[in-house]
């Protein structure tokens, strides 16, 4: 029997991010999941920020996201209606799994 493993890569990263780097960041973020190929699960706590950053890059290329909230997603802390609009759009994506 053959079974196929996800590979996760964990990932975690700074709220405040460069808006001039994030461009690069989430193509170079691309290229490494779309290298990786089928299987491919970004872990990540889905802070704002390169959390974020690097979980949609992950359903962009087609890759699972698990999303590890240990406080849950009521206990999440947000600040602002923007970072409440994203972190509701990835909750109500059918391709991130929330822990």
Do not use: W
Not at 54 to 62: E, P, Q, T
Not at 73 to 82: T, V
Request: overall charge negative.
């Amino acid at each position: 029997m053959n079974v196929k493993q996800p590979i996760n890569i964990a990932f975690s990263g700074h709220r405040a991010l460069n808006k001039s780097e994030t461009d690069r960041i989430t193509g170079t973020l691309k290229t490494v999941i779309t290298n990786i190929g089928t299987g491919a699960v970004v872990m990540t706590q889905l802070a704002d920020g390169a959390d974020q950053l690097a979980a949609r890059a992950a359903l962009d290329v087609g890759a699972g996201v698990l999303a590890v909230v240990p406080m849950g997603i009521d206990g999440f802390c947000l600040k602002d209606l923007e970072q409440i609009e994203n972190f509701r759009e990835f909750v109500a994506d059918e391709r991130v799994v929330i822990y």
